[in-house]
């Protein structure tokens, strides 16, 4: 099975950019769709965005579309969230997750992914 782990999370003042990474290792990430999901405080984690194995099509949630951009490099076995115009809404625990099962269609719903890595904190200053 693959293992993820995420990187790049940190402390930016609102408008700001980060980059968030997710690194795949144990089986090729193209053997998986990926998304991001985030985990804001005392809320259920949520949908952020997600891209097909090989990154032709993609999925956003209304709240980042525009803003966050989510790609994937398998050559790298690496997936990333590019993220611009950060808000204070923003702040969360951030999920990199991976599915085998749906790899063509990328699917916003969380128990459709298998795998999940740890999570890195997002943290946005007003």
Known sequence: QVQLVESGGGLVQAGGSLRLSCAASGRPLSNY???????????EREFVAAISWNGGT?????????????????AKSTVYLQM???????????????????RVRPIPDQDKYDYWGQGTQVTVSA
């Open 33 to 43: 769709g990926m998304a991001w999901f985030r985990q804001l405080p005392e809320k």
């Open 58 to 74: 993609t999925n956003y949630a209304d709240s980042v579309k525009g803003r966050f951009t989510i790609s994937r490099d398998n």
């Open 84 to 102: 611009i115009n950060l808000k204070p809404e923003d702040t969360a625990v951030y999920y990199c997750a991976g599915s085998s099962r749906w």
